[in-house]
């Protein structure tokens, strides 16, 4: 077999940089769980009639095929899901009965599309979600309650002491808010207005307004206020003002108002200098179906990698026809954020092995010695390896530093003499070159060497630091 | 939509069910750290002419297809990976210049087979897979190594103060002693005399001796000595002994006696009441591409299932042309051992949600001072939530018992008289009624109610007992 070479739009990563997502990873579900999530994980593949229930061909399924099924034709056959969203929803409705509500639950999965793979966009990826699912009602306290459990993920995540990422600016909007305010001035196709006004991302407002008045029927005045409205920003609940201030009533405007005033003010001192959350009154999640908290992410640096944690409140997030079940979540795109940065070289793990010792091997008869001490260390929570073969010690400190291994361990046995058959131990840092003798039944290592840590280069100034 | 129902051979967790399975991945992928494996993931597709490269059409492995792709037939397109090994392999010949050798990773993820669905046998299943690969060559102590590892790991698998599963049998044997046993003997096709004493487990002795004369063309005296080799076992190298004793020479047999003696002793002290390993020279592996150390695994009570870890030393695990890349390793098939104990309810979670501790709510106004003290409390790696309305005291206790919550937390303030807003906290143990005053800032409950533990049903007396 010759080297196999990369398939586009599926990230791998070499074992250094996986680090960086195991990180991740557990520092996700290490939040979520603080504020109660419960985990699941859904199989890969639902029934093809369920991915393409709300007509998502966009999202470009794949289908799955048994290498020897014949006849392929019998039902509608299963695909890879697209989404987390899908396969909670049914996972809510099979299990219904045998969960407590309201139910909250994260899921950090491998989601697969089939899209022309671009910066930014993968065919296979790491989504982690969170929901609160009720049944018949779900109060509105559980959307600030998803806001804050997310503020407080990706606070961890940017903070320099935990992985150091990149800033986070949430971005917060209410369906109904928008949706009171196009019907206040009169609009008549106001799924068209929300499309529209969506594209204020990749449109200038000029072409926006024409788009308006060409495709929903809008007066040029009532362009003007939608795009009014959608160029209030705030960091508190000042918007309400300044929305008021367009002189436009409806009573679901109200009710927006409320709830994203209600919403800002329930975030109050979670943001910080890294973590950011505002009212952005442009944000739609037009191809979307929710109903009312709306929210996108932006990655400070990477702007151009669009939102990268987004969700919002579905008011029939499933439904079997008697009982709904309302929700609200909120879904990080883990590979979208970390492919560019570990691709970039911006994070990676300062190793590319957990082991914090190398067990050093004088010749390859002292092996079962060199395999005590391993145990010994493990036995504390060291991890540790023992040494391929009995090479000259500078060539196994060699093969320790090409790993990041930070200390390698000696073990030499006094052949003649007074302490004839004695052991000594020493432990040399190869960093520092400072070697000790230690005991493998006490020493240990400083809690920040003991498993491998996330490097963050500073892109500004390239210079490289190490954090936690 | 009406309720779904589930997909034969996919199977799902309930959150206290899944439990189970998150203690079971982090301790495995904690104790392979210890030995100093690095964590890899795969893409979960390969392409179709890799997944069939070794003829594996057995496997049944599921093809892809874009919903959107009209022209199917421009490649030979992907498949979804059937298990580990072919990724791995794969992996390491595309990164082989980025990797340090010898190579030692685990890898815990999803595999797909479109088998028919059987106890025991899934179209998904999680596999947790180590493996030590190396460059040209691989000495034989890294056999003994991942034979240790796995040890260590299904030690803590079983051991009733972690997660307390059924005891496991690991039984080893070497593709070269076998085969040059049946060399020695005089047989001309090895090969077709494993696959035939493979099938001890199925047939009588007596049946697979006829099939040896009547298919691989031994006398009825070869076809014994056959028999009699299978028939061996022994927990340490007494098995060299009684291999001698039936008087067959073979440069390969000595070689693979040496080496599987040396295994044996390798993992003198190991053994437990609960994990033992022996050498049972029935195991031949028949199918897979073993050349050297072979392993299969019984879980005690459920030999049925069949071998629940099994694997093996490969010679060329991978190879570009140039450079050969010999691998030694061992699969654990989790899914195997946990969803037919999860099933059966052996073994579950004590609580279907994190949270250690349900913040109660007096009023709906008093949400910010439970959310106040549930921060406190996380702030100190406390899970909690907080109660979804302000419901009678007793109702909220319910509440927290349907999910196992242990602790309610009731906060009040002294409306009038000398104390007046001054704030009372206590906190409840719902299972013994206890109620103490307590301090957001300081209180901690015991370390073994942090978490959800594992319960065990102890299925000879169906008592349940509780373990962290």
Same mark, same amino acid.
């Given at each position: 077999m010759s080297?196999?070479? %990369?398939?586009?739009? $599926?990230?791998? $990563?070499? %074992?250094? =940089? /996986? @680090? @960086?997502? =195991?990180?991740?990873?557990?520092?996700?579900?290490?939040?979520?769980?603080?504020?109660?999530f419960a985990n699941v994980e859904t199989r890969a593949v639902e029934p093809m009639d369920q991915l393409l229930r709300k007509g998502e061909t966009s999202k470009e399924v794949y289908v799955l095929r048994r290498l020897q099924e014949e006849d392929t034709s019998r039902d509608k056959g299963i695909g890879l899901h697209f989404d987390l969203t899908v396969p909670f929803a049914r996972y809510v409705l099979e299990n219904a009965g045998k969960l407590e509500f309201p139910f909250r639950r994260y899921q950090i999965q491998k989601v697969w599309r089939g899209e022309r %793979? =671009?910066?930014?966009?993968f065919r296979e990826f790491l989504q982690a979600d969170i929901d609160i699912v009720g049944r018949d009602e779900l109060p509105f306290h559980h959307d600030i309650e998803v806001t804050r459990v997310m503020l407080d993920a990706l606070g961890k995540l940017a903070d320099p002491d935990s992985i150091g990422l990149p800033g986070f600016r949430l971005q917060v909007n209410n369906r109904k808010l928008i =949706?009171?305010?196009?019907? *206040?001035? *009169?609009?008549?196709? +106001?799924?068209e207005v929300m499309r529209l006004v969506d594209k204020l991302d990749k449109l200038s407002p000029e072409q926006v307004a024409s788009q308006l008045?060409?495709?929903?029927?809008?007066?040029?005045?009532q362009a003007e206020q939608c795009l009014a409205l959608a160029a209030i920003r705030s960091i508190d609940d000042s918007? +309400?003002? #300044? +929305? /008021?201030?367009?002189?436009?009533?409806? %009573?679901?405007?109200?009710?927006?108002?409320? #709830?994203?005033?209600q919403l800002l /003010?329930?975030?109050?001192?979670?943001?910080t200098d890294k973590v950011r959350i505002e009212a952005d009154l442009s944000i739609a999640r037009g191809l979307d179906y929710y109903t009312g908290t709306v929210f996108e992410t932006r990655l400070d640096g990477y702007e151009s990698l669009g939102s990268i944690c987004s969700g919002g409140r579905y008011d029939a997030l499933a439904s079997d026809g008697r009982t709904t079940y309302p929700g609200v979540g909120i879904s990080l795109g883990v590979s979208r954020v970390l492919v560019p940065l570990i691709q970039r070289g911006v994070v990676t793990g300062d190793r590319s092995v957990p082991s914090a010792v190398l067990v050093a091997l004088a010749d390859e008869d002292s092996r079962p010695r060199a395999d005590e001490v391993a145990t010994a260390l493990r036995a504390r929570g060291i991890p540790c390896e023992v040494a391929p073969s009995a090479a000259k010690f500078g060539k196994q400190i060699r093969h320790a530093d090409r790993r990041g291994i930070p200390y390698v361990w000696f073990t030499s046995v006094d052949t003649d003499g007074p302490a004839a058959d004695s052991i000594t131990h020493e432990v040399k840092d190869i960093r520092s070159g400072n070697q000790v003798p230690a005991d493998p039944a006490t020493w240990e290592p400083p809690a920040g060497d003991l498993r491998p840590t996330i490097k963050v280069s500073t892109s500004s100034t390239n210079e490289t630091e190490t954090v936690q």
């Open positions: 080297k196999p070479t %990369p398939l586009s739009g $599926f990230p791998e $990563f070499l %074992p250094a =940089q /996986r @680090v @960086v997502e =195991q990180h991740v990873v557990t520092t996700l579900a290490a939040t979520f769980e603080l504020h109660g %793979p =671009q910066e930014g966009r =949706q009171g305010f196009y019907l *206040g001035i *009169g609009a008549t196709d +106001v799924d008045v060409a495709e929903a029927g809008l007066t040029p005045e918007f +309400v003002k #300044e +929305v /008021r201030a367009l002189g436009v009533d409806h %009573p679901l405007l109200d009710e927006g108002l409320d #709830e994203l005033a /003010r329930g975030t109050v001192g979670l943001a």
